[in-house]
T-cell receptor, first 114, second 111 residues
Framework: EAQVTQNPRYLITVTGKKLTVTCSQN?????MSWYRQDPGLGLRQIYY???????DKGDVPEGYKVSRKEKRNFPLILESPSPNQTSLYFC?????????????FGPGTRLTVL | RKEVEQDPGPFNVPEGATVAFNCTYS??????FFWYRQDCRKEPKLLMS???SGNEDGRFTAQLNRASQYISLLIRDSKLSDSATYLC????????????FGAGTRLTVKP
């Protein structure tokens, strides 16, 4: 089954404790993105990647890191989480060859930073 | 000003009603347009793409007006299962990863 998976789905942590949210897709998509969703603001892009070893900042990259060592995986790293990073996070992927150029989203990770 | 703006609602309508959502975008060079549906804090899922010629999928009709920079979604004969948040999405470049999301319009269909 074609899908995007994220882990963990729910996480409560404390300020400053490094964490990683994993994202994996099995559709051989070149493009992958991380978004955060906050009430009234919609989804905002954190980082994106156009292929292996190619990543770039989105609209709200501060406090986050990513890596793309393999095509299927795109982990999101919070080196020193802070309470303002409490949010719902979505990973997404799509293929530049797909019509329409739509994104497939993972199920989301609800993060709370105390 | 937000790049993609939507009326947040909520829209509360009875079953069988027709409801219309509008969305405006600020970047006139935007290339592709979509409506996504999101159920209560779950992942967004593509509802339909939006083309200048307009497109229809069953009870759903989407329209794009490039001159006025707005996108619309019409839902006819609303069902209880249509209750969700509808997200307007604009891609600034064709086949790029540069998508902008509206904050969403919440719809509740009541019996």
């Amino acid at each position: 089954e074609a899908q995007v998976t994220q882990n963990p789905r729910y996480l409560i942590t404390v300020t400053g404790k490094k964490l990683t949210v994993t994202c994996s897709q099995n559709m051989n998509h070149e493009y992958m993105s991380w978004y955060r969703q906050d009430p009234g603001l919609g989804l905002r892009q954190i980082y994106y990647s156009m292929n292996v070893e190619v990543t770039d900042k989105g609209d709200v990259p501060e406090g986050y890191k990513v890596s793309r060592k393999e095509k299927r995986n795109f982990p999101l790293i919070l080196e020193s989480p802070s309470p303002n990073q409490t949010s719902l996070y979505f990973c997404a992927s799509f293929s530049s060859r797909s019509v329409p150029d739509t994104q497939y989203f993972g199920p989301g990770t609800r993060l709370t930073v105390l | 000003r937000k790049e993609v703006e939507q009326d947040p609602g909520p829209f509360n309508v009875p079953e069988g009603a027709t409801v219309a959502f509008n969305c405006t975008y600020s970047n006139s060079a935007s290339q592709s347009f979509f409506w996504y549906r999101q159920d209560c804090r779950k992942e967004p899922k593509l509802l339909m793409s939006v083309y200048s010629s307009g497109n229809e999928d069953g009870r759903f009709t989407a329209q794009l007006n490039r001159a006025s920079q707005y996108i619309s979604l019409l839902i006819r004969d609303s069902k209880l299962s249509d209750s969700a948040t509808y997200l307007c999405v604009v891609n600034k470049q064709w086949r790029s990863n540069d998508m902008r999301f509206g904050a969403g319009t919440r719809l509740t269909v009541k019996p």
